[in-house]
């Protein structure tokens, strides 16, 4: 079972900026948190991933809560592009290999 | 540098034929995943493998799957005397290694459909 809990869905307009919460209450000291998205009918799409500092490249901002408890995914100006289904992802703790367990996500829908 | 690449894109079989699914991992990677959407699912994991192994398969069916990640060529996905219910996206990610830190990057997926 996924580790992690997201809205179903969340509307945001085009041009502002969305905010995605993701809560991993149950987080350990050693896992990170990923966001993937899947566009519609297309592969899961690495977006950003972090530890406990927070992290911004050149598609979204992550930012984690001091206690790891919860993190927010931000796009600063959304486009209708930006329209699919978010992934939060807390990666299982093996250290030799691991797999990416997807929960059904946060839909999210850019409107214009 | 080219993404990870699946082919077939599209696959149709008829019951009890054998499907047939490859992945290339991108250049340098020696780790690939393999993952199974079901219509109107989220993405399931099927099968973990570096270079001639299988290190965890613990997300495929017993019976009927079997996958290889020869030490040439792509990765295959096998599903023998197909059914139904085997109808859904397969999705191959690759990593360069396979620890926590490494990214996962997916392909864009063979859709299979049984008639």
């Known amino acids: 079972d996924a580790k992690t809990t997201q809205p179903p869905s969340m509307d945001c307009a085009e041009g502002r900026a969305a905010n995605l919460p993701c809560n991993h209450s149950t987080i350990s000291g050693n896992e990170y948190v990923y966001w993937y998205r899947q566009i519609h009918s297309q592969g899961p799409q690495y977006i950003i991933h972090g530890l406990k500092n927070n992290e911004t490249n050149e598609m979204a901002s992550l930012i984690i809560t001091e206690d790891r408890k919860s993190s927010t995914l931000i796009l600063p100006h959304a486009t209708l592009r930006d329209t699919a289904v978010y992934y939060c992802?807390?990666?299982?703790?093996?250290?030799?290999?691991?797999?990416?367990?997807f929960g059904p996500g946060t839909s999210l829908s850019v409107i214009p | 540098n080219a993404g990870v690449m699946q082919n077939p894109r599209h696959l149709v079989r008829r019951r009890g034929q054998e499907a047939r699914l490859r992945c290339s991992p991108m250049?340098?990677?020696?780790?690939v995943y393999w993952y199974r959407q079901l219509p109107e699912e989220g993405l399931k994991f099927m099968v973990y493998?570096?270079?001639?192994?299988?290190?965890?398969e613990s997300g495929m069916p017993k019976e009927r799957f079997s996958a290889e990640f020869p030490k040439e060529g792509p990765s295959i996905l096998r599903i023998q005397q197909v059914v139904r219910g085997d109808s859904a996206a397969y999705f191959c990610a690759s990593s360069p290694l396979g620890g926590l830190r490494e990214t996962q990057y997916f392909g864009p997926g063979t859709r299979l459909l049984v008639l």
């Open positions: 250049k340098g990677h020696s780790h």
């Open positions: 992802i807390v990666r299982e703790g093996k250290t030799s290999y691991d797999k990416v367990i």
């Open positions: 493998l570096q270079k001639e192994n299988i290190i965890d």
